[in-house]
């Protein structure tokens, strides 16, 4: 987990970056200023309203003046309550619109950024980033803007008008400013300080109660309830004493802000009081005087507030900003940008050379050396060999998800890198090794590969790729609960491995590419299964360029060339009899895959791939 | 058991239930101490400005008629400011020993609550986490409990506050103007019951948001993990498509939540400020007419002033607590389960061998597994086991395993292995038949003995987040470097930390990602190798390992074995494995077929009959490649 130090100073350069998705309110923020000032300048003058109606109404005795006091106070107050509706709205459009705005833009990178930047983060750090940080974020700008300008127009005015009526008294009641200033700045940091402490240890709690759980067998069989349960109650205890030390601050803090207001409100009832004895002062301006006092620090706590969750937001706003701001590897140059100009081009024949190409991940180590081959459209390129051999980097070059680091890749005899990235995966099919499915129906699922796919269509990829019996059921059997219709995924119908299979499979059917490649898994399913999934996989390669990482001994038999790859170079090239009569690197792959298919069918264990010995 | 939430809440109270009472005294005082500068200031405006006789009690009056009466405060006014902030002060006072005593309070409930759950979880057995889903613990360890806690450290306090204020300003009021006091009530019932109302109804506009929320990050989660079938059909824009309107949805709901806030405040705002309209012109009014004097005025104005935000408040404090109390019951509801030991009690009072229970309880205490152990026999008979009832995944299984010997289990995925292994260590419990630890039915022995004695090793080992040497320590404590480098050496983890730069202090990472799946079950051995069990259960613990590895392994475990068989204490191992090298050199092969014995027999004795051992082995030894090979080479 990384940690951003939150202590630091405010970042003005961050927060202008953010200021972008800011720009399209900056009308709104203007209004918000202006209410949040009004609705200040109300708050401020309300006591010396009330001051008023002491003198003029009640002590002066004259009744006739109550109704004009009390259409300005009802006025006031309606004008008062509209305004508080209006701002709240006006904040919530702002904070959604820029929680809105942010988070698309968050997204749209996400679309366009490479997968070297997916395989360095994970999707559970992205997702916290689009959910609790751009909230946090919003939360922060459009209600911190509020309550700031609030609170500062609520101390600004209040000053002004008890400054104007009486500078004197005015002084009494803001004595005690600096002090809350002072006390403010001290305990800002030292929550800051503790609540930091408070939120790590609670973020070590939760990975400990959820390794307890994930973990418990191992902690059974293991019988270390005894050493688990003391560390865990030891940082239990350090989380108490934590949140005790922050909560006694909090304790301190706001008592200490209100004490403040009434040391202000004593002194000027002190010397409000005297003036009032010697006639420099009536007792109406007193009682404005001493209601002003004691709500004029009221802000304060909001503010302080407001600061330290500021310096929180810092945080998230550098990690939001990293993201949006991060460069995709992979982009269209000017010739690929020329040539997509305005339309796609027709469908690609399939005809790919690699010249050439070698590749490294890291920049380091190469794990792709000088890599040659050329493939003729429509033939099957089936890749054997170990894991950590290169297949899968082949695969991922091909699809343009990486580009070589150096040599080139031709499709249809034109430098991919100089093709419109969009074309050259439009004409691409990609089945994965874990199946992947969308939450939704099968129908959507299927419909991914093409979208203006009709129904028919979407039956008749099913079919070509064997799915159609099981989903829409067929002789003796029983389809989906809802057919086409059914849900997939979290409370929809649970597919097998293979279903899931076969789904993927009817899906790159349907997007008939002219280049498929197909990251072949093999799980432990039943024969029919299996026998189903041999044959929709011949028949979705049929008539394409293929590039399969294969693990199925029909498909490396039928494919026009197999290449055995061993640390980023092809051993050998050739065909199955060729290669197999060859008794060598090939012949022992194939024996070794041939007994964990069989090992499969027999004792329905999946071998994992072996790995070099460490 | 059923559960009982505040039941559970009370024990954990259990040494701060005082500090509480005290707490909730506090906030009483500093309800009522904030309430006596109103009556100063009327005191002073009345009494001492306007130099009427002051209302005062008795006592208080004496005092102030020996200095002088009001025109001794009248010279002196700095007495009444010094009252004033007096009050103040003690307000200060009490209000932080409130915030301080209920912080201590809460925080140690919690803790106490928290604590127990943690042990709870342990002590649950290992069936429970099979059927509940793991996220829902966490999340009832962690959020629920800091819903528990927050309402435990703020929400009682508010509460109270709101009612203890409510409450002292109406005796107060009553105390010094009955009119007024009639005059300045009426409408924060209505303010209260406007927020109550608002805040109760206004649960389903949250519920909508959160789960637009919900499903807005579902869709990005898939797309994340579906990032590759995106790029790769060229789909970003229909995926931009489909998060824009998620997004947009949760955008507009949560905004129109939003201005249902606004529509609160606001009417909130109307409706405070006309309960303060009507107290300040009749008050104005009663002035004016000699009715009332300035000071109780300008008193009633300050108490108006003062109970409105707390009951505002009320109502949205009081929907939290909704809250609390159901995360409260989500907690209890887990505490409320059994334990594995639960049943337990019952069977060792009344089961034939109590006192063999008794005793081995007694002995428990410190001695180590290897020295209460005696021989490390194996008997299980007509070993039947149900995960649901009528679905049996074990049928009358029954074999023997003599000390020192190795036994491996064969049989397809499904076929009851890994029960077998798992019931040898009480993981799960028998619906019939029964399992014996050198003749004692190990349903008598108590679960973490019996752990201790039995050492299994699981396929898909748990790493926790720490470096390979405490990750190894896990189960046997602190470890000289002599055993450390013998489990390590035996596991073949050896190799692995000397192949990291920190050794044994390397970090494993979040469920030891940084390891390989073969590095991972290297180190779950190593760790129950270090207990020094006197059985161990392999449950297909070296199925990641290249065949090289995997030999070397055993080939260690067997020459340490052979060594301690010279002293008698070889270790019994149960072993599931599909490698015929694993399994020819067992003493005993059980197969296993739909959770039945298809077979028991060596290696030789399987092979002279068909059967899986005997097909596992032609596969394996090649002699089926080399009989298709012959056949024609054509794959199926």
């Keep these: 987990m990384e940690e951003i130090d939150e202590r630091q100073s405010l970042k003005l350069s961050l927060w202008r970056s953010l200021f972008r998705f800011a720009a399209p309110y900056k009308r709104r923020f203007i209004l918000l200023g202006i209410l949040m000032a009004l609705v ?37 107050m309606a004008v008062q309550a509209v305004m508080v509706r209006v701002f709240i709205g006006i904040g919530g459009k702002v904070e959604m619109g820029m929680n809105y705005g942010i988070r698309a833009a968050a997204f749209d990178k996400l679309q366009k950024l490479s997968f070297s930047y997916f395989d360095k983060t994970s999707a559970g750090w992205i997702t916290a980033r689009l959910t609790s940080d751009i909230g946090r974020l919003a939360d922060i700008i459009a209600w911190g803007v509020i309550d700031m300008v609030w609170g500062l127009s609520m101390m600004l005015i209040s000053a002004i008008i008890m400054i104007a009526t009486d500078w004197r008294l005015a002084l009494c009641a803001l004595s ?42 191992a902690v059974k069989t293991l019988v270390a309830e005894e050493r688990q349960g003391s560390a865990f109650r030891r940082l239990s205890e350090t989380m108490r004493k934590a949140s005790v030390r922050q909560a006694m601050l909090g304790a301190l803090y706001l008592p200490l802000v209100v004490f403040l207001g009434y040391v202000g409100m004593a002194l000027a009832l002190w010397q409000g009081g005297e003036r009032v004895m010697i006639g420099g002062a009536t007792i109406g301006l007193l009682t404005a005087f001493i209601f002003s006092a004691s ?44 040539r997509g100009q305005g339309r796609l081009g027709p469908r690609l024949e399939g005809r790919v050379e690699f010249e050439g190409v070698s590749f490294s991940y890291d920049g380091k180590r190469e794990v792709l ?5 050329g493939v003729e459209p429509g033939s099957t390129i089936a890749l054997v060999g170990e894991t950590g051999s290169g297949k899968s980097t082949v695969v991922n070059l091909a699809c343009r998800f990486y580009e070589p680091t150096s040599g080139r890749i031709l499709v249809d005899g034109i430098d991919y890198r100089e093709l419109p990235l969009r074309y050259l995966h439009a004409n691409l099919g990609y089945v994965l090794q874990q199946p992947y499915l969308f939450s939704g129906t099968v129908r959507e699922n299927i419909r991914y590969g093409r979208l203006d796919a009709s129904d028919d269509e979407v039956v008749a990829a099913a079919r070509v790729a064997r799915a159609h019996d099981f989903i829409a059921g067929g002789p003796g059997r029983q389809g989906l609960d809802g057919g086409y219709g059914a849900q997939v995924g979290e409370g929809g119908v649970l597919l097998s491995t293979g279903q899931k299979q076969l789904i993927s499979l009817a899906r790159a059917v349907l997007a008939d590419p002219a280049i498929l490649v197909l990251d072949e898994a093999t799980s432990s399913v039943d024969t029919e299964t299996e026998r189903l999934v041999q044959d929709a996989i011949g028949a979705v390669l049929e008539g394409r360029t293929s590039f399969v990482i294969a693990h199925r001994l029909s498909t490396i038999v039928d494919a026009d060339l197999i290449l055995v790859m061993r640390d980023g170079r092809v051993v050998e090239r050739g065909g199955h009899e060729e290669l197999l009569t060859k008794g060598g690197a090939y012949a022992r792959l194939y024996e070794a895959q041939f007994i964990a298919e069989e090992e499969r069918l027999e004792l329905g264990i999946v071998s994992e791939e072996v790995e070099e010995s460490a | 058991m059923p559960s009982r939430p505040f039941h559970a809440l009370w024990r954990a109270m259990a040494g701060v239930r005082a500090t509480f009472v005290g707490a909730l005294a506090f906030v009483a005082l500093a309800a009522l101490s904030s309430l006596v500068d109103p009556l100063i200031l009327r005191f002073t405006l009345d009494s001492v400005l306007a130099g009427e006789s002051p209302d005062l009690p008795p006592f208080l009056a004496s005092g102030l008629a020996a200095l002088g009466g009001s025109s001794f405060l009248a010279r002196n006014l700095w007495l009444c400011a010094l009252a004033l902030l007096s009050a103040s002060l003690l307000n200060a006072l009490f209000s932080f020993l409130r915030g301080s005593l209920s912080a201590v309070a809460a925080e140690r409930t919690t803790k106490n609550l928290r604590d127990r759950l943690a042990a709870h979880l342990d002590a649950l057995p290992a069936a429970y986490f099979g059927r509940t889903a793991a996220g829902d613990l966490v999340q009832r360890s962690t959020s629920d409990m800091d819903t528990v806690r927050r309402f435990l450290a703020t929400q009682v306090e508010e509460v109270g506050r709101a009612v203890a204020l409510l409450g002292f300003t109406v005796v107060m009021m009553a105390a010094i103007d009955g009119y007024m006091t009639l005059v300045s009530l009426p409408i924060i019932p209505a303010v209260f019951g406007f927020s109550y109302i608002f805040f109760k109804k206004i649960q389903k506009a949250f519920t909508a948001s959160d789960e637009a929320e919900a499903e807005m ?31 947009k949805r949760y955008t507009d709901l949560t905004r129109r939540l939003i201005t249902l806030f606004g529509w609160y405040w606001g009417i909130s705002v109307l409706l405070c400020a006309a309960q303060e309209a ?29 109970v409105l935000w707390p009951v505002r408040q009320l109502g949205r404090t009081l929907t939290e607590v909704g809250k609390a109390k159901v995360s409260l019951g989500r907690i209890a509801a887990v505490l409320a389960e059994p334990d594995e030991y639960a049943a337990d009690e019952v069977r060792v009072e009344s089961g034939p061998g109590a006192s063999a229970a008794a005793d081995a ?83 008598l022995i108590d679960r973490r003995r019996l752990r201790e004695m039995i050492g299994l090793v699981l396929q898909e080992p748990y790493l926790f987040s720490r470096t390979m040497r405490e990750n190894v320590e896990l189960g046997s404590g602190e470890l000289p470097e002599l055993e450390l480098s013998r489990a390590a050496r035996l596991s073949g983890f050896d190799r692995v930390a000397s192949s990291f730069e920190a050794g044994w202090s390397t970090a494993v990472g979040e469920e030891g990602v940084t390891l390989s799946g073969g590095q991972r079950q290297r180190l779950a051995l190593a760790r129950v190798l270090a207990k020094r069990p006197r059985v161990l259960v392999l449950d297909d613990t070296l199925s990641a390992l290249d065949t090289e590895t995997d030999a070397r392994v055993r080939r260690e475990l067997r020459s340490e074995s052979a060594a301690a068989a010279a002293t008698g204490a070889a270790p019994t191992t149960i072993i599931v494995a599909h490698r015929i090298t694993t399994l020819m050199g067992a003493d005993k092969i059980v197969v296993l077929e739909e959770g039945r014995v298809a077979d028991i027999g060596t290696h030789a004795e399987l092979m002279s009959r068909p059967g899986l051992y005997r097909r596992v082995w032609e596969i394996q030894g090649g002699r089926a490649f080399e009989a298709r090979a012959a056949g024609g080479g054509a794959a199926r």
Excluded: C, M
């Design chain 1, 369 to 373: 050396s000088d890599f040659n081959l």
């Design chain 2, 361 to 443: 309880a007694a002995s428990i205490s410190a001695a180590p597994a290897a020295e209460i152990s005696r021989e490390g026999r194996i008997d299980i008979e007509g070993l039947g086991v149900e995960y649901e009832a009528g679905k049996k995944v074990l049928d009358g299984v029954s074999f023997t395993v003599l000390p020192g010997e190795t036994v491996a289990l064969l049989g397809r995925t499904g076929s009851g292995k890994s029960t077998i292994a798992a019931a040898l260590v009480r993981l799960v419990e028998p619906a019939s038949g029964s399992i014996k630890l050198d003749g004692t039915d190990i349903r």
């Design chain 1, 40 to 76: 200040a300048a109300i708050d401020a003058f309300q006591p010396f309203l009330t001051g008023w109606a002491v003198d003029n109404i009640a002590i002066a005795g004259r009744l006739d003046r109550l109704p004009r006091f009390v259409i300005l106070f009802g006025s006031l």
């Design chain 2, 217 to 247: 990050t579902q869709v990005l989660e898939e797309n994340l993990h579906g990032i590759r079938v995106v790029r790769a059909f060229a789909r970003e824009d229909f995926e931009i498509e489909r998060f824009d309107a998620k997004n």
């Design chain 1, 176 to 217: 005690a400013l600096p002090v809350l200033v002072l006390i403010s700045i001290f305990f800002e940091r030292g929550i800051l300080e503790r609540s930091r402490v408070v939120r790590r240890t609670n973020s070590r709690l939760t990975a400990a109660f959820s390794e307890n759980i994930r973990g418990v067998r």
């Design chain 2, 278 to 306: 009507v107290t300040i012109s009749v008050g104005a009014a009663r002035v004016a007419s000699g009715q009332l004097s300035t000071g109780t005025f300008v008193a009633f104005i300050a108490y108006v002033g003062r």
């Design chain 1, 295 to 338: 709500r004029f620090f009221d802000p304060a706590t909001d503010l302080a507030r407001v600061l330290a969750d500021l310096q929180y937001a810092q945080a998230s706003a550098e990690r939001v900003v990293g993201l949006i701001d991060t460069e995709p590897a992979i982009v269209d140059g000017p010739a690929a940008i020329a």
